[in-house]
């Protein structure tokens, strides 16, 4: 098995979060953190990583990658300066876990095609849930703080894998159209009940997650990249108003909406180039 030694590049990064931690000469910063107070820094280097990802830059996807790496450094000095366990012990820990679920690559197996490895890796994680002694359920080891859309996208899965799913997309289609019919009749209701309005709009984004599913799409990815697009296209509208000393309130919602279409044909324009 390999160490650090063979691995200088993390030798060197363990040795400088050692040296921050240190009691006497460490960062006055880094010694008041705890496995908590990281968290949010934790979810924010998450974010960049796809966010340099989403970009395409591979020298920010470099840096980025880095500063999530530091994260789990971070938390695994820590827990061995509480004597629980060690960087080396997380990375051995994975690697035995990867083995362990990918029998088709490290052991005997007849799973060749997609459906049949997902399958098996369900089985493999129900039997490592089971031997966890946790309570009998297709949904558990989903945490609950997960962003809403990966936490849908991974109970839909886990639905699927006892065989509670539509066998192809055409339902699933008909099942939106299904539930944006019951957003437009609350929107048309003689009084709006917010409640009942907030539940149908969640039935929608819960019925597009699972057609992103059917449809083979990360629908965390693609709302990235309809975020990123439509601020790309909304900040090109603001360069040519401020080339034109004009704000964007001055113009009425039509004469944005043409603004918005100038900008949408020349960036395609420019894509296409």
Same mark, same amino acid.
């Given at each position: 098995m390999a160490n650090t030694e063979q691995f200088p590049g993390v030798a060197a990064l363990l040795e400088v979060m050692q040296r921050l931690r240190d009691p006497e000469s460490g960062c006055p910063w880094d010694l008041q953190q705890t496995l908590t107070s990281l968290i949010?820094? /934790?979810? &924010? &280097?998450?974010? !960049?990583?796809a966010a340099a990802l989403t970009e395409g830059n591979l020298a920010e996807i470099k840096d980025e990658l880095g500063d999530l790496l530091f994260q789990v450094v971070f938390y695994t000095q820590l827990t061995s300066e509480q004597g629980q366990f060690t960087f080396d012990q997380v990375a051995q820990q994975t690697a035995d876990k990867l083995i362990r679920r990918h029998p088709h690559v490290f052991a005997e197996s007849s799973a060749q095609s997609d459906a049949e490895i997902k399958a098996q890796w369900e089985q493999i994680k129900q039997q490592e849930r089971a031997a966890k002694g946790e309570t009998a359920s297709v949904f558990n080891g989903i945490p609950d703080n997960l962003p809403s859309i990966l936490t849908a996208q991974k109970l839909q899965k886990r639905a699927a894998s006892v065989g509670f799913d539509w066998d192809n997309i055409v339902p699933v289609l008909a099942k939106v159209r299904e539930e944006l019919a019951e957003v437009e009749h609350e929107l048309n209701a003689q009084r709006l009940d917010k409640e009942a309005l907030a539940d149908e709009i969640g039935d929608v984004l819960f019925a597009v997650v699972n057609l992103a599913r059917h449809a083979q799409v990360n629908p965390e990815h693609a709302l990235r990249r309809t975020n990123h697009k439509f601020k790309q296209r909304f900040q090109a509208i603001e360069q040519r108003l401020a080339e034109r000393n004009t704000a964007a309130t001055e113009l009425s919602l039509? &004469? #944005? !909406? @043409?603004?918005? @279409? #100038?900008? +949408?044909? @020349? #960036? +395609? /324009? %420019? %894509?296409?180039?």
């Open positions: 949010p820094y /934790t979810i &924010e &280097e998450a974010y !960049e990583v039509a &004469e #944005l !909406e @043409q603004e918005w @279409q #100038l900008v +949408k044909a @020349q #960036l +395609k /324009t %420019a %894509a296409n180039d």
